[in-house]
């Protein structure tokens, strides 16, 4: 008669998280380090293994693109590519950082935000004529106040991090400027209240770089410092899964083990969140 009930219960779980899921996607909006195919040269971006952590009724649409800043997703239509499909209840992750620094007055490929974290812009002269550059902090405010607007709630995440072992067998890492500012996003678009959430990925995958090891981070950035192989990428999804789990976005829900089974040896423990941004 228990294993019944138990076996009914579970059956019962199971119809709920399929309902929860129904009809639900979740978007994913960022560069190389998220994007199939990851950087080329047999790299892989952690996108492409995030469904395997996710609840499988959870359609995962990886939009992320190669190459691409705030600045350009926007330009180029690739957030509004999104907008003209989300569906009320949907999820939008953003996540940039890797190919937003830089001189906006002397960047060939166009892709550099306007240093600053408000209103300030950077008229720039390109192939097309006068470019109004914003900062990465209003592109990513933008896109998330419309976002908002569709009925869709928005995970803000800290770009993945560079490898910690590249100069030797020290593990050496901080945060970028781009955490505390995808944190900033997040907090100044309302946080939980208004539908806003921020994941520390970088510290998440950064932690679990630590727990491997230089060798180990040495044969899994095949290319450079910033791409994943297919085995890390997989791992930074499961390290992501680890953040959601531990944050407050109800998108964790998704996830399909506990958070008691996703930490361990490799992935470690829930993080104190944003004690180690470069405030």
């Not at 892989?44 to 995030?50: A, D, I, M, N, S």
Request: charged share 15%; hydrophobic share 35%.
């Amino acid at each position: 008669m228990i294993a019944k009930r138990a076996l009914a219960l579970l059956g019962l779980l199971g119809t709920v998280s399929a309902g929860f899921c129904k009809n639900r996607t979740f978007w994913l909006c960022g560069d190389s380090t998220m994007a199939p195919g990851g950087g080329h040269n047999h790299t892989e971006g952690w996108g492409q293994y995030l469904q395997y952590s996710l609840d499988p009724h959870l359609r995962v649409n990886n939009s992320a693109y190669a190459g691409r800043s705030a600045r350009t997703f926007t330009r180029e239509g690739r957030f509004q590519a999104i907008m003209d499909k989300i569906t009320p209840g949907d999820w939008v992750l953003i996540q940039f950082g890797h190919n937003d620094p830089g001189d906006p007055f002397n960047d060939p490929k166009n892709r550099t935000d306007c240093p600053g974290m408000g209103s300030e812009t950077c008229p720039v002269q390109t192939d097309d004529g006068v470019e109004v550059v914003q900062t990465f902090v209003t592109y990513l405010q933008n896109a998330t106040a419309e976002f908002l607007r569709l009925g869709a709630r928005v995970i803000i995440a800290s770009p993945t991090p560079n490898n910690p072992y590249e100069f030797g067998p020290t593990f050496n890492w901080t945060p970028t400027i781009y955490s505390w500012y995808s944190w900033y996003v997040a907090s100044s678009m309302g946080g939980p209240a208004a539908g806003v959430y921020y994941v520390d990925h970088a510290g998440y995958a950064a932690q679990a770089v630590h727990n491997l090891g230089p060798e180990s981070a040495d044969a899994n950035y095949p290319m450079d410092h910033t791409h994943l192989s297919p085995a890390y990428a997989d791992l930074f999804a499961r390290a992501f899964a680890l953040g959601l789990k531990c944050g407050t976005a109800p998108a964790q829900q998704y996830v399909v083990n506990a958070t008691s089974r996703i930490e361990g040896d490799v992935l470690g423990t829930c993080l104190p969140v944003n004690a180690t941004l470069p405030i």
